[in-house]
């Protein structure tokens, strides 16, 4: 690799000590500390941009893209709950906690979710009544670390989401640094203020999958059997865990991909473990059909969704809904360029910010400061992530229609084919123009 | 005084039966008979009632509990009094693992001994145990207090916030950032109310205290062998 900021073509940078890795090392070396960081993973994956679309031509007949319609809602939770969730569009907002969020953040992220028919999800914290008031349909985490919990709360909730990961830091627990933690942020987590607040990796009460049965019936109970009930993984294991996941008595399983975002945790972590969204899913739905379950549980993937493409591809692979946590987040205005000065002061830039543990976001969106908070309009950020989802629907449809769908979860494995081996692979697609799936018969 | 016997009736119809008093508040006074061992009996109460439960429980019992008075008569299982709001919740026998865990307020009595984590990651609760306790109790403690007539297991106050811990026997060992502190005059008299609020025969001066050194409350590289 040549170094183009000398202009001198004889000197060479290496590959595997390039310039990002030496300056870790110096970090590392004047810190004693490892990276803590926001953000997903930054690393290039196999993802979806791997995979496309196979529209009709004469084998297969295209919907008008105009005139005729492509459905779009999709009903989570029908197993065992009394009042499922109907969802307009099938993305939803991922959980984010207050705390690691401003209470503006929140806000916006109800509101926009509610413009457009769709869910958004508490965090590790609790429920704000900011969130609850304008979310026409929330989701309330069950952590390990319960902070906030409480069965008024609960018994709010459209749904339970019990939380045993996260895709961009399986295994691990969280940690929210002291700057962060106000007294209203301490109040609601029952700490002092100001110290740092971890949130533990497992739950408190229950050790495997028969313990976590008997946690969904105690849930279930205490909600009288109201609302449906979720579990979180991240993606490793997926096969195996959506499998104990479905024989636990999940009504919707939610699998995280490694590019998915966190509020903070070991940069180590994020890039290191886990497996991509595009890989997960496969295993996810080869687990549920196995179990005679697709469709009955439903499946909601994240981790990297950027655009309609991704979505639609998500529901193609056997998804019936995506949840969205960094691009919403972008969509309210984080990173936006017009905060660059401000960036560059705290030593990052727009694009590239992901201190949100600092608790210094310029854009107001992972703070709890006062005057950066008031940065963050709710309701203009609300409006901006509605549009935001229309385009992501608006997008997933057309793909569909010229797949001749006239629903996103017609889309199916035979629509998608993969642009690289590695992706073929992993998404189970054939390699463009062949009809060859690695690790499958001919 | 209504009866609701277990081995005709279904967990189900005790629960709701029992979360329809918040509302409509017809009978204070409930009994459960048969338990035998059955999960997730008088979970998520909110009224002023109370509920005796003649025989075994099983796992959460007493779960996410708000105001209500409820008693086993014999030993619960894993996680009695999760997440408990309120109220107060006695175990006449002994209490599995994770008695208490995350629970915000309320007292927790448990007459006979308790395993492993028993008050895990508390948020404000009062628990007072008669007998033992098993290792890492009290992990990540928050708030309240945790009171051990007997003896403590290994690793007590583990990763421990503001939680007041009093023992009266040994403790095997204690976990990262838990030492024994000064037993002041405002801990006895704290003490003795939650020794009489339990119906403990103790005297608060034979009990050791133990808190948080605070030390772990940010992250210090110097530390690093302790995480």
Known sequence: ?442 | MMTVDLAAQSVRDLNKALHECKDNLTEKEWVVTNPKGNHNIAVGLDADISVDIHGHAGYFCAGMNKTANITVHGNAGQGVAENMMSGVVRIKGDASQAAGATAHGGLLVIEGNAGARCGISMKGVDIVVKGSIGHMSCFMGQSGSLVVCGDAGEALGDSLYEVHIYVKGTVKSLGADCIEKEMRSEHVAELKGLLEKAGVDENPLDFKRYGSARQLYTFKVDNASAY
């Open chain 1, 1 to 442: 690799m040549s170094n183009d900021t000398n202009n001198n073509p004889s000197l060479k940078e290496s590959a595997t000590f390039d310039r990002a890795t030496m300056a870790e090392i110096r970090r590392a070396a004047n810190t004693g500390i490892y990276d803590i960081r926001g953000f997903g993973a930054k690393r290039k994956v196999p993802h979806f941009d791997d995979l496309l679309f196979l529209g009709a031509s004469m084998s297969r007949y295209p919907l008008e893209g105009y005139r005729e319609t492509c459905n779009t809602s999709v009903i989570l939770g029908d197993r065992f709950a009394k009042k499922p969730i109907k969802l307009d569009i099938p993305v939803t907002i991922a959980g984010m906690s207050f705390g690691a969020l401003s209470a503006n953040a929140k806000e916006a992220l109800g509101r926009g979710a509610s413009i457009v028919g769709t869910s958004t999800t508490t965090g590790d914290g609790g429920m704000t009544p900011e969130e609850r008031g304008q979310s026409s349909k929330l989701v309330y985490q069950y952590l390990p670390s319960r902070y906030g919990m409480n069965p008024d709360d609960l018994r709010k909730a459209d749904a339970i989401e019990v939380v045993l990961g996260q895709g961009a830091k399986p295994g691990g627990g969280g940690m929210l640094l002291g700057q962060k933690i106000t007294d209203r942020v301490a109040q609601m987590r029952n700490l002092p203020k100001g110290i740092d607040q971890r949130s533990a990796c497992r739950h408190p009460d229950w050790t495997g999958p028969d313990d976590l049965a008997i946690k969904i019936q105690e849930l279930r109970e205490i909600t009288d059997w109201e609302v449906p009930i979720y579990i979180k993984v991240g993606a490793t294991r997926t096969y195996y865990d959506v499998k104990l996941a479905v024989k636990a008595g999940a009504d919707v399983i939610v699998v995280d991909g490694m590019q998915g975002g966190t509020a903070a945790t070991q940069d180590v972590f994020i890039e290191h473990v886990g497996i991509p969204t595009m890989a997960a899913i496969p295993q996810a739905v080869q687990a549920l059909q196995e179990m005679g379950m697709h469709r009955k549980v439903q499946l909601i993937v994240s981790g990297g969704i950027r655009n309609g493409a991704d979505v639609a591809k998500c529901m193609a692979l056997g998804a019936d809904a995506v949840a969205i946590g960094t691009a919403a987040l972008v969509a309210l205005g984080c990173n936006d360029p017009k905060w660059d000065e401000d960036y560059k002061a705290i030593g990052s830039a727009a694009g590239f910010y992901d201190d949100y543990q600092e608790g210094k976001d310029p854009a107001g969106i992972s703070t709890q400061d006062p005057e950066l908070m008031k940065r963050l309009d709710p309701v203009e950020a609300g409006r901006r992530l509605a549009n935001y989802l229309r385009v992501l629907t608006l997008e997933a449809q057309t793909l569909a229609r010229a797949c001749g769908k006239n629903d996103l979860r017609n889309l199916e494995p035979e629509d998608l084919v993969a642009l690289t081996v590695e992706s073929a692979a992993m998404a189970r697609v054939p390699l463009a123009g062949t009809n060859w799936i690695p690790g499958q018969r001919f």
